[in-house]
């Protein structure tokens, strides 16, 4: 396996800057808009041959040197018992969202070797189909937790927030079992042939640092401690996080993966040397063309300087509209920076 | 007239913390949904006599040390010529978005005399029914930019980043504009009588320091000269700014207004004695109960303790649903606290 991903999570040499997308198997592929014509994204996440082939095909098409699992971060929500649907052009929308902890009683433990057999084959058979490793993935606890409050996207979290605040209990009683679902579900797709791990904090930029440590930061831990001593790096991300960078360290993963908000030089610095630190190309420069998005590129090259544990990626999910040529250019570019003692 | 919110504005001892509200005007008082209940939003701000009361409303009922003229960040855009509505729920929508320089030369350069009489009216009103400093504002070039590219609120902005990034004569032409008309705009505010203006850049924290610093700051810079001189102290506001506070500190104002996702005290430091700092109540907290409101109240005052310029008040607008009895508790509170030399 070709393994530059992981030696950079755990920053050790690589020959070149590995690289590789947040929804790199997304609706800027044709191929995944065909897929997607008859099928809703659960529909494909629960057909493994589906669902695997997706996760291949940036692979071959990009030249990145990691697939990520096929899935949505509501997959493992669903079979806690909530209703939901992913509706098109807005994300996930709950049915009936938490208030209180009657609520919150009646989400089922997470059974995935029942449940979520389809992720083990995906997997299995992503393993199979590339030569690079499998990232799987899932919501942090404080991202699942916003969207079951908020009951869909929000763009301020002011429910989430007032939840929080003002029914402590119920807050605590829902991060208890998210974080415990977390932890089972990312243990689950190791288990399952997973090679490293990303949680996706992504909406956790919307608290002030205090709230962070009190009512996050503890069940963030709890979820990254069912994959600790499993030998998988776990990635840990999130936007809007300039304020929260040391705390997101210290509450877990190998990796930390910032936005573009925060150049990632001063990242690197307030990070220190003993996580790696993924990013932060804006999505947005990738719709600005090629020119631009390879002159992003090498600044964001530049500024990490060939820093042990770099891992190039996006500040956040690659956006609808985005060419894969010039995806795939800025894979190239990454991979011609010269590193000390590398190939190129 | 009662001033301590112009002393703490220009950074001058003061008798108690003053406190005003971000949309304090707005649909958490039974007062204003009657007044909305059978008209749109632009409405109610051309109707004089009915803006200035609901602007005059919060000083009487909360007891806040200044008032803010009511109006919306639209207003001045839609003088320009730009055909938008504000729906319900939704806010600003520009029926036909900003993408080409034909678009940007349709703009009408504002002629406030002319276009917004109603406005000279209102503030004339407002002045002489309250007791207390009037506030006038707008929102700053590039949170306009943001609504006129995007065609209305956004929640990742990369329409206006990728706009920013690949049609740059586009995006330096539209911000010429609209700082033009912002320094018109904020102008014509204090010569009807305006003694204080808020800029409201609330979405400039979806982009970087750096692009911060090449497509926006001269910008918004242009805008807040067009009130240079005018003895009145303009208030520079923004949410997720943590990694932007200083460039906006240079960018202009005589007052920093930051959200809740950084501590206030470390914003005092970071922008150091020459400004003043307002903020920063996560305005969630106003929707978890009094005594929640009020202990996070206390944490904000604690950590200012007394810096002389600080004016009390939300990370960002009142949200829908908090208790007016709630905002009233909260600025009792504020005038309570003990300021070095103060009367409490």
Known sequence: MQDRFLRACWRKPVDRTPAWYMRQAGRYLLEYRDARAERTVLEVAKTPKLAAEMARLPVEKLGVDAAIVFADIMIP?????VSLEIREGIGPVIHKPIQETEDVARLRALDPERSLAFLTESIGLLRDSVDVPV???????????????????????????ALMFGKEKVWHRLMDVLSDMVATYTRFQVRAGAHAIQLFDSWVGAIAPDDYARYVAPYTRRAFAGTNGMGVPRIHFGTNTASLLEAMRAAGGEVIGIDWRIPIDEACRRLGDRVGVQGNLDPAALLAGKDVALARTGDVLARVGGRPGHIFNLGHGVLPGTAPETLAAVTEAVHAYPLPGGLA
């Open 77 to 81: 929500i669903e079979a806690m018992g």
């Open 135 to 161: 990232i799987g993935f899932s919501g942090a606890p404080f991202t699942i937790a916003s969207y079951l409050v908020e009951g869909g996207p929000s763009r301020d979290f002011a429910k989430t927030r």
